[in-house]
């Protein structure tokens, strides 16, 4: 084992430790550990993540729920619409799209790449959202109903995002259950956990069935991982989530521009 595999495995547990603390964000790390850290392809790298996110989530959600800090109704509304959005784009969306995915003249975006810049998009969105460190207190529900068909809708798009690019999705689900179910902050943190766990794993299913995976390699990563998130939970207790939100949103900014510099060289 290389140094540059040290890391990446060491990475494992800083993305269970993000997790466990904030109840999200860590996930948005997975990608580019496989990638640069341990050379794997891009869409595999995707699938990857969709399992060690699940199963790291999994763990933290159960703590969650028998702490009864998550929300099921609420799951139910957003998660539905979700699961059925990420099964149908592992199934059928990714494999269905071109390689290369667009070409003019000399000018070739391979499908790999595309998918890597469109992950640094959306990492410089949750780094935005983590540096503001804005999110509400209370929203359009804040009367004690929630906002069903809007959770719907909302799910069907982060299902979506969760499919293409193998993150939970964390940071724009966390201010959505705030906003449009009225969940206090904590809550909304725990039912957001439950919500990326149920959600990575369905995606996971629908690559399952066309994909070489190696376990050896995949399973003492995602222990790592599930190790990083007990130490979170046990840290959360002392650590303000919000300073610690902050600070990974800067990390994050950066990992992002190291993506796209690296890609266009």
Avoid: C
Avoid at 110 to 117: G, M, N, T, W
Avoid at 208 to 224: A, K, M, Y
């Amino acid at each position: 084992m290389n140094g540059q595999e040290l890391i990446g495995y060491a990475s494992a547990v800083i993305v269970g430790l993000v997790i466990g603390l904030a109840g999200g964000g860590g996930s948005i790390l997975t990608v580019p550990i496989f990638v640069y850290l341990f050379g794997i392809p891009t869409v595999l790298a995707t699938t990857y993540s969709l399992f060690v996110v699940g199963s790291t989530s999994l763990v933290g959600s159960v703590n969650h729920i028998l702490k009864k800090r998550v929300d099921l109704r609420v799951t139910l509304a957003f998660a539905l619409p979700s699961f059925v959005s990420v099964y149908l784009t592992r199934r059928f969306l990714v494999p269905a799209l071109p390689d290369p995915l667009f070409r003019l003249d000399t000018v070739v975006l391979p499908k790999s790449d595309a998918i890597l810049y469109f992950f640094a998009i959306v990492m410089v969105i949750a780094a935005n959202a983590m540096i503001k460190n804005d999110s509400p207190e209370q929203g359009e529900a804040a009367d004690g109903h929630p906002r069903y068909g809007a959770l719907a809708l909302d799910g069907l798009a982060v299902g979506m995002l969760t499919g293409t690019i193998g993150a939970g999705g964390g940071f724009l689900i966390v201010p959505m259950l705030v906003l449009l179910a009225g969940l206090p902050i904590n809550r909304a943190v725990a039912t957001s956990v439950l919500i990326i766990a149920v959600n990575s794993f369905v995606g996971f299913m629908g690559d399952i069935h066309q994909t070489d995976l190696n376990w050896n390699f995949l399973l003492p990563f995602t222990g790592l991982s599930i190790i990083g998130i007990f130490v979170g939970m046990y840290l959360a207790r002392f650590v303000a989530p919000n300073k610690l939100k902050r600070g990974f949103g800067w990390f994050v900014l950066l990992v992002a521009g190291y993506i796209i510099v690296r890609e266009l060289m």
